[in-house]
């Protein structure tokens, strides 16, 4: 039979809000679940929650360095059930972090079996490995049965949980965390606890001390697989100053086997026949070593280092990652740069120092600030754990009062024991005793009367007395206070010493000298080669500086209907200029050209030139160098090489053209040459002083000579002193020069009048 309510219908419970301000409020409530509850630590225990309830499932499993292993499964289903209730692959991921010595600089869990490995493999399920508390995990979780901290209902209130651990380990700073919410992140490096101490010690000793002393102190990151870090210490004191910056991270060069002391540093292992090897001990934190060797194994494949030979994976529990050069005379400290530069072999770590303080609130806070927080959660600490003993000492003082009063009328207690139905209230009558205290003696067996000696109970309360005392001043005395927490961390340190094997600095902070000038055409092998262009634009290199012969194009065979157009004499390491009439000017490598074996590949497969451009010159480029530049129309100027270069395969414009105007002239001038002497299709010169001509990285240029018809024929450079030559034509490699050429000489921008007799017809220099 159904009742009025189940009668009701469920749309009457909808209420009617507007869609921005119903979903801003949910969504409020899930970023604020997602900053306090998941994704940032608290910086008394730098731990999310589901970190801190997994070591708290292991500690109520009983699972102490000294104990026996249990199955990960085990304590993944316990955290699961009572305290975490999300996915067991996650929860198992986290757990597994906690083991691994290459992700946790302190691990805070014991793992046995199959837990991952640097090279990026993942651990083996949860039924395969085992696990159990660290030292550190315990050191972490002191405290906790002393009222410490709070304590609060599990998600389905059947257990309890504590809200933070109390312990005096720093595992905010020890550890490091990152993560993720809504809005933002955290990412915090892990660092040496010694010297987190250090900087704690100096902190609470001058509460008033200068950032600079503390970084003195805590020098920067120590990461678990070690490296260097490379950031002058100016930054690395600022990222810490403000809570956020990024560190540069490399992996180390050391070579262990090496003859002497300086190749073990540089990581160089010489070899028969006077070749060397480098040798990579450390790789930088967070990057899996099969995918750095894959990346150096890609760059190789790809030609961006062909300066190494070989990349081979030695390692067993040492990292050995051996890179074999292209010859021994490749660089090492080049090789090293061009690793830094194309691989994870350098990479960054950022530094956001974003946590949760002790009012969960989230904040960046700079070392001081942290350091300070920290602390303060360790004086309260201090103070409740002090409480706490204080409480447990009244209660057993009240005890054993009890009990000397009992030892001292010891045959009347028995007597009213024995004799009266209601012992309890006569005891209190008679002795003046409390109900605990009268409870406590009506409780306790026969067999504890021989321990009721007057000496030993008198001597038990004259301790409680003096410890109650000691405790009642330190808590009073934040001055002692202070001096308690120094001992204790004085205690912690001699635990994680710099002396120590778990303690000893493994991330090396050292500002990287400057770089060594890296590009690629250092890692190019330098070999003569000759390059040929045809007039159909296919292009090749033969290797060796070939015989151009008489007409400067060599023999070399072409396609059908193609001939030679250029050829010109250089290096692999060279760059070359191809420069197309429409003023666009293209750059091209020298050693990435087809071999001359064949008729070489279009230049137009490699760089976007125009369909109905031509090329109009071929020029190898010199650093400095300058080239005339010349339209149809008679306008120029002289260019750096160096500003031509083009960087994509797009070229660049350099020649600005209007109309039907063609770049006609690209040609080199020589240092020695101070004159320019340009010839029209009227068959008319002109010869003016090269200062008269701007030089320019682009544009139309100013007018050279001026036509009433036709247009620009030839130009070039000269030095006046030795006059104007030219090539006679004909057979054998003939010139004519002309000295007297004062009469062409004329200011820039001139008609100009007919050359000299014997000039080519052709109106070419």
């Known amino acids: 039979m159904s009742t009025i309510e189940d009668d009701k219908d469920p749309f009457d419970a909808i209420v009617d809000a507007p869609f921005d301000s119903a979903l801003s ?19 008394r225990d730098g731990l999310k929650p589901v970190h ?17 292993f249990k199955k990960s499964s085990r304590v993944v289903g316990d ?8 996915g067991d692959a996650a929860l198992y991921d986290a757990m597994v972090r906690l083991a691994q010595p290459f992700a946790m600089r302190y691990p805070l869990v014991e793992g046995q079996g199959n837990f991952g490995n640097i090279d990026g493999d993942n651990a083996a399920a949860a039924r395969y490995t085992e696990c159990r508390l660290t030292r550190t995990a315990i050191l972490l979780m002191q405290g906790l049965d002393e009222g410490t901290v709070d304590f609060v209902p599990t998600y389905n209130n059947e257990e309890e949980e504590p809200v933070i651990f109390p312990g005096l380990f720093p595992n905010l700073l020890a550890n490091g965390a990152s993560g993720i919410a809504v809005g933002m992140a955290t990412s915090i490096p892990s660092h040496n606890v010694a010297e987190v101490i250090d900087a704690t010690l100096e902190l609470i000793d001058n509460p008033h001390v200068e950032h600079a002393r503390l970084m003195e102190l805590m020098k920067g990151p120590d990461f678990a697989t070690g490296g260097l870090i490379v950031d002058s210490a100016e930054s690395i004191s600022n990222a810490y100053e403000t809570g956020r910056g990024s560190f540069r991270v490399r992996g180390r060069f050391h070579a262990a086997e090496a003859e002497n002391a300086e190749d073990r540093e540089l990581g160089i292992e010489r070899i028969k026949g006077g070749g060397y090897q480098l040798v990579i001990s450390e790789i930088p934190y967070q990057v899996p070593k099969g995918k750095l060797i894959e990346q150096i194994a890609q760059a190789i494949s790809d030609k961006k280092l062909p300066i190494l030979e070989d990349v081979r994976d030695e390692s067993d529990e040492q990292i050995r990652i051996v890179l074999v050069p292209r010859s021994r005379n490749v660089d090492p400290e080049l090789l090293k740069e061009s690793l830094y530069k194309l691989t994870d072999l350098e990479t ?18 700079g070392l001081k600030e942290l350091l300070g927080n920290w602390v303060a959660s360790q004086i309260d600490i201090l103070q409740r754990r002090t409480q706490h003993r204080l409480d447990k000492i009244a209660d057993r003082l009240e005890l054993v009062e009890g009990y000397i009063i009992a030892f001292l009328n010891l045959d009347r207690v028995i007597e009213i024991i024995r004799t009266e139905d209601e012992p309890k209230p006569v005891m209190m009558a008679e002795f003046g005793l409390t109900d605990r205290q009268t409870e406590a003696i009506l409780n306790m067996r026969l067999r504890s009367l021989r321990k009721l000696e007057e000496m030993q109970l008198r001597q038990e309360k004259d301790d409680l007395l003096a410890e109650r005392d000691e405790l009642e001043k330190l808590l009073a005395s934040p001055a002692r ?5 120094k001992r204790d961390l004085n205690a912690l340190r001699k635990e994680y010493g710099p002396d120590t094997a778990i303690g000893a600095r493994r991330t090396t902070i050292e500002e990287a000298e400057p770089a060594v000038e890296f590009s690629m055409d250092a890692m190019i092998e330098k070999e003569p080669v000759t390059v040929i262009l045809s007039k159909k634009g296919w292009i090749r290199a033969a290797k060796g500086h070939v015989d151009l012969g008489e007409d400067g194009c060599g023999d070399f065979k072409y396609k059908e209907g193609d001939e030679a157009a250029f050829a010109v004499h250089c290096q692999t390491t060279d760059k070359l200029l191809l420069a197309a009439d429409d003023g666009r000017f293209f750059t091209l490598g020298a050693d990435k050209l087809p071999s001359a074996r064949g008729f070489g590949e279009p230049v137009r497969n490699t760089l976007d030139i125009d369909a109905s451009a031509q090329i109009v010159a071929l020029i190898v480029h010199e650093k400095d160098k300058q080239l005339l530049l010349a339209s149809t129309i008679g306008k120029g100027f002289a260019a750096v090489t160096d500003e031509l270069l083009a960087e994509t395969r797009k070229g660049r414009q350099v020649v600005n053209l209007k109309g039907d105007a063609k770049l006609a ?23 003016f002083a090269l200062d008269e001509m701007p030089v320019m990285t682009r544009g139309q240029g100013v007018t050279l000579q001026r036509y009433r018809d036709g247009g620009l024929s030839d130009a070039t450079t000269f030095t006046l002193a030795n006059g104007l030559s030219w090539a006679m034509g004909g057979k054998g490699d003939r010139t004519r020069t002309e000295e007297e050429i004062h009469m062409w000489k004329v200011a820039r921008g001139a008609a100009g009048r007919l050359p000299p007799r014997g000039f080519p017809q052709d109106n070419k220099f």
């Open 52 to 68: 801190r309830r997994i070591l708290w499932g292991m500690r109520q499993l009983r699972l102490s360095p000294d104990s026996a």
């Open 79 to 86: 955290v699961m059930g009572k305290f975490h209730p999300h």
């Open 481 to 485: 206070q202070r001096t308690r927490l």
């Open 665 to 687: 002239v690209a040609t080199t001038i020589a240092p020695e040459h101070d004159h320019v002497a340009v010839v029209g299709e009227n068959r008319k010169l002109v010869v």
């Open 348 to 365: 960054r770590f950022s530094l956001n120092l974003n946590v949760l303080d002790a009012t969960r609130t989230p904040m960046v806070m």
């Open 25 to 43: 409020e949910r969504y409020l409530v899930y970023a604020l679940s997602t900053i306090t509850a998941r994704s940032l630590p608290d910086l």
